[in-house]
RNA sequence: GGCCCCUUCGUCUAUCGGCUAGGACGCCAGGUUUUCAUCCUGGAAAGAGGGGUUCGAUUCCCCUAGGGGCUACCA
């Protein structure tokens, strides 16, 4: 058995939906479950949506999320050059025996030509579209005499090659997915695989270049669907029936309310990604926000986007890549498109968090605070992110969710203080700090012993208590132990704190 | 409009003819906690509809309905 060699084909035509990320990403582990190959590759056929930057952003958020590929533009490998429009020679010949056996033609017709066409059929209530009856009464080698052929190329009239589908004929193919999926030849129009600016379109080039690169599962979104049947045509016509890849059509992740696909749109409106990383628009200056920036880890995206259409079946939500490339499955990928749950991507980001060890917290976290202009120091910040991080689904929110560990608080918890800012409370923590502040060693253990004793020698409730200390150090109702809070804040400043609450607040 | 694909809790899904239909997110209730979060326990919540096939259908087939995709010299 040959090794299994996969590709993801993206254009460089903006930012990489996560769709497509998504792609990569089952590309990715297939390859890796059977030790093979995962191939980048860049189609980029058509010039006119060309944009700038496009194909680094794609490399950026393939390396980010630790899905690199084996070969692809920039990387190398045996098979190259991995741009279409650096290959754009190599289709050539593969043109020239379509034309020669009669499996494709040339086509002259015009823009206007074409539309012309194309309202004559809609009018009489056929379909518009340039196939098996129609291409009689078109500008094309088929209509046109030898002659006026030669004529026109040789007055270097513009002209495309049209694939040339039989009129009759079940074309039937295998997905790895869906099963047999079945079309009839009449259905499908005699596409262009040869544009006039010389290059292929999308059809031929993947075609051509995944025979030639040896690939060996095409692994693609579900919108590719209706023209596999074109493309196994083309495996016929050029006699590569017996290596064609094996293919399996992805479901589409569609929008967490309302209809169709996912888009840019979904994500502005509700608030979330539908880009891995942040993208800025060359021409227009626009951002799209991306998981990265918006505190997304990798690990965290990579896990959200395997189960939005693959399940294992034992019921296990939390892989990691490699545990993916062990469990990974084609068979187990599901038919149906899947809507975007942003509260479970939430989850699995705050599973991440939860699960990510301090030290590698430590540095998005303190750059985040720089950014914030707090500076701090590691052995400070890697005390507070234990006590924070299960309180978190993002990074970001460490600030938020410990805002009183960098500065006192300038608003107090209204309802808690209503609550639970009493005399029995204020009197406690004046003595309890008078006695703390003669404390030997000023930590969590010797605050809370010392705590307890109180209590038990004034005989008073901890619920009348210890919410009025936390709420003078922290202005929360809520947060982390107050005991390891009050240690790594640190006597005078706890101290000041209580002092400040007591003054704006007499009781 | 035409063609193709799809259809289990609100959402992601398990089930490959035997189901008291399981799990996860979210939601609700209880427990733990001074508190919030975590954690633990429990709860509400689904097989689009109609026909077949079968001893037996969520599972296989057909029809209807609904959803999605494609329908360019774009990928």
């Given at each position: 058995m040959s090794k299994v060699r996969v590709r993801f084909a993206p254009s460089p035509t903006g930012p990489l939906h996560i769709g497509g990320v998504r792609?990569?990403?089952?590309?990715?582990?297939?390859?890796?479950?059977?030790?093979?190959d995962f191939i980048l590759r860049i189609e980029d056929t058509d010039q006119t949506r060309f944009v700038e930057g496009a194909e680094q952003y794609i490399k950026e958020s393939l390396s980010w999320l630790g899905i690199s590929p084996d070969e692809g533009p920039g990387i190398g490998g045996n098979f190259g050059p991995y741009r279409q429009s650096e290959r754009k020679e190599m289709y050539q010949p593969f043109v020239t025996q379509l034309l020669e056996k009669g499996d494709a033609y040339y086509a002259f017709d015009t823009v206007d030509e074409l539309e012309q066409m194309r309202a004559r059929m809609k009018k009489t209530g056929m379909q518009p579209r340039y196939d098996t009856t129609s291409r009689m009464s078109m500008k094309n080698s088929l209509t046109l005499s030898k002659d006026e052929v030669e004529k026109r190329m040789a007055e270097g009239a513009e002209y495309v090659v049209?694939?040339?589908?039989?009129?009759?004929?079940?074309?039937?193919?295998?997905?790895?997915?869906?099963g047999y999926v079945s079309v009839q030849s009449n259905q499908i129009d005699d596409k262009v695989i040869l544009k006039s600016d010389g290059l292929p379109t999308y059809h031929l080039a993947n075609v051509v270049d995944d025979h030639l690169m040896g690939i060996t599962h095409i692994v693609r979104g579900e919108e590719w669907l209706p023209?596999?049947?074109?493309?196994?045509?083309?495996?016929?016509?050029?006699?590569?029936e017996n290596t064609m890849p094996k293919m399996a059509h992805l479901p589409l992740i569609l929008k967490p309310e309302g209809k169709g696909k996912l888009s840019k749109r979904d994500g502005d409106r509700l608030g979330f990604p539908v880009f891995p990383i942040e993208w800025k628009d060359p021409s227009t200056g626009e951002m799209s926000m991306g998981y990265r920036e918006e505190g997304y880890l990798p690990e965290a995206v990579i896990n959200i986007l395997a189960l939005l259409g693959w399940h294992s079946s034992n019921n296990e939500e939390i892989f990691s890549l490699s545990s993916l490339v062990n469990e990974f499955s084609l068979s187990k990928v599901n038919k149906a498109g899947a809507r975007f749950?942003?509260?479970?991507?939430?989850?699995?980001?705050?599973?991440?968090?939860?699960?990510?060890?301090?030290?590698?917290?430590l540095d998005d976290?303190?750059?985040?605070?720089?950014?914030?202009?707090?500076?701090?120091?590691?052995?400070?910040?890697?005390?507070?992110?234990?006590?924070?991080?299960?309180?978190?689904?993002?990074?970001?929110?460490?600030?938020?969710?410990?805002?009183?560990?960098?500065?006192?608080p300038i608003e107090y918890d209204s309802k808690a203080m209503k609550k639970k800012w009493k005399t029995v409370g204020v009197e406690f923590g004046k003595e309890f700090l008078n006695k703390a502040n003669q404390?030997?060693?000023?930590?969590?253990?010797?605050?809370?012993?010392?705590?307890?004793?109180?209590?038990?020698?004034?005989?008073?409730?901890?619920?009348?208590?210890?919410?009025?200390?936390?709420l003078a150090v922290t202005g929360k109702a809520g947060g982390p132990p107050i005991f390891e809070i009050l240690s790594v804040i640190g006597q005078k400043e706890v101290q000041k704190r209580f002092t400040e609450a007591v003054t704006k607040f007499p009781v």
């Open positions: 792609t990569a990403l089952y590309n990715y582990l297939l390859a890796k479950k059977n030790q093979g049209r694939i040339k589908m039989p009129r009759k004929e079940e074309i039937k193919f295998h997905d790895e997915i869906r023209s596999a049947p074109l493309h196994v045509m083309l495996y016929k016509f050029l006699g590569w749950d942003i509260d479970k991507a939430k989850w699995f980001n705050h599973q991440y968090i939860i699960q990510k060890p301090e030290k590698e917290i976290f303190s750059t985040y605070l720089k950014s914030n202009n707090i500076q701090k120091n590691d052995e400070y910040l890697l005390k507070i992110i234990p006590m924070i991080k299960e309180r978190a689904n993002f990074i970001h929110e460490f600030l938020q969710e410990g805002e009183y560990f960098f500065s006192p404390l030997e060693e000023y930590n969590a253990e010797n605050l809370h012993q010392l705590f307890h004793q109180l209590i038990e020698e004034k005989n008073v409730g901890i619920g009348q208590v210890m919410p009025t200390m936390r």
